[in-house]
């Protein structure tokens, strides 16, 4: 677990990138969009459609799933 500061999901994962500039290449696409195959879950509640402006307070727990696929 990372602590993150910020108002939004957006703000706390713009937080969690500055600290660790990989995790952008993995979740955002060139854009700076986030990426089909994540969500953005705030308290274990989905943020779809609204993932990168979702409010958030102290004390919420913000998860970022990842969707793999294969055959």
């Known amino acids: 677990m990372v602590e993150v500061t910020g108002h939004t ?3 706390c994962l713009e937080n969690l ?3 660790f500039p990989v995790i952008k290449q993995l979740i955002r696409d060139k854009r ?3 990426r ?3 969500e953005i879950l705030v ?7 609204n ?3 979702t409010p958030v307070k102290d004390g919420d727990q913000i ?3 990842v969707f793999f696929g294969g055959g």
């Open 9 to 11: 999901t957006g703000e």
């Open 17 to 19: 990138e500055s600290r």
């Open 32 to 34: 700076g969009q986030l």
């Open 36 to 38: 089909r195959y994540c």
């Open 43 to 49: 308290n274990s509640a989905s943020t779809y459609p």
């Open 51 to 53: 993932e990168l402006i």
């Open 63 to 65: 998860d970022i799933e």
